[in-house]
């Protein structure tokens, strides 16, 4: 259990749906992260935040969304929903969000399903 | 851009037997990272490479990485079943945080 929880387990909605994702860091941990990970993408990084504020931002479309709240944990929303929507979305979290230092911990995930 | 590739995608060994895992990257990093997946499961770091020459060791894995040939290795000795997985290398470049990611290796351990 790495500390950082992620709700819900899975979700299943239909194309043009909006959704949002929650994620809880570790505690102590400032940076919160989001990846996607697809059959036909893998992996991709997502954006980050610090502490509040957005510091890095991937191949993350424009109908996708994110903040990160006073408290810390963050949510990602996802609108206008595309069947290739579907896929393993994971929260990631750190201490500083200072790649020298820092190790990323990864959440369960949210498995996103877009019928 | 960064790219990042690891071979062989697919790894089907006999419990007993050594093997290595191979990680190339594009562009100039002293940060890999290797993480282990279970199907269906989240990430689990499993090292953390901050500069060249830099080998870690955990039980029957062994990570090096040598930043000047860009190539991250992960040594598997004595394979067992437990160690059945998805094994996916990442760096991260100059002061950005974000990881990218190689495609995985799939490793199927067998009786």
């Known amino acids: 259990d790495s500390g950082v929880t992620q709700t819900p387990k899975h979700l299943i909605t239909a194309t043009g749906q909006r959704v949002t994702l929650r994620c809880s860091p570790r505690s102590g941990d400032l940076s919160v992260y989001w990846y996607q990970q697809s059959l036909d993408q893998g992996l991709q990084f997502l954006i980050q935040y610090y502490n509040g504020e957005e510091r890095a931002k991937g191949n993350i479309l424009e109908r996708f969304s994110a903040q990160q709240f006073p408290d810390l944990h963050s949510e990602l929303n996802l609108s206008s929903l595309e069947l290739g929507d579907s896929a393993l979305y994971f929260c990631?979290?750190?201490?500083?969000?200072?790649?020298?230092?820092?190790?990323?911990?990864f959440g369960p995930g949210t498995r996103l399903t877009v019928l | 851009e960064l790219k990042v590739e690891q071979n062989p995608l697919f790894l089907s060994m006999q419990e007993g037997k050594n093997y290595t895992i191979y990680c190339n990257y594009s562009t100039t990093s002293d940060r890999l990272y290797w993480y282990r997946q279970d199907p269906g499961k989240s990430l689990e770091s499993l090292f953390v490479l901050l500069s060249n020459g830099a080998v870690k060791q955990e039980g029957r894995l062994m990570a090096s990485l040598d930043t000047k040939a860009r190539l991250s290795t992960l040594h598997i000795t004595a394979a067992v079943h437990d160690l059945s997985a998805t094994y996916f290398c990442a760096v991260t470049t100059g002061t950005a945080s974000k990881l990218t990611f190689g495609t995985g290796t799939r490793l199927q351990v067998t009786l």
């Open positions: 990631a979290s750190s201490a500083r969000g200072l790649p020298s230092t820092d190790t990323q911990y």
